[in-house]
């Protein structure tokens, strides 16, 4: 099993989600959204699997560089 996760060094949920894997010794890549962000076939094959965009997206998150990306992505 491949694990990746999807954030920013400086979002709390992505922080959580790290120490979670590490805690149990689970092998998993982080991308930073803010230096590389997804290929296209990445975002197809994540939002396949969480049912869309909506799934995807912490549309309450507190970084206002990613509500950037996330209201062109809305517009797609």
Known sequence: MNI??????????????ERFFKERGIKYQFIDMKEKGMSKGEFNSVA??????????????????????????QNL
């Open 48 to 73: 396949q699997v969480n049912g869309g965009l909506q799934g995807m997206i912490n549309w309450d998150g507190k970084d206002k560089d990613l509500h950037i990306h996330n209201s062109f992505l």
């Open 4 to 17: 990746q996760i999807f954030g920013t060094k400086k979002c709390n949920d992505t922080k959580k989600a």
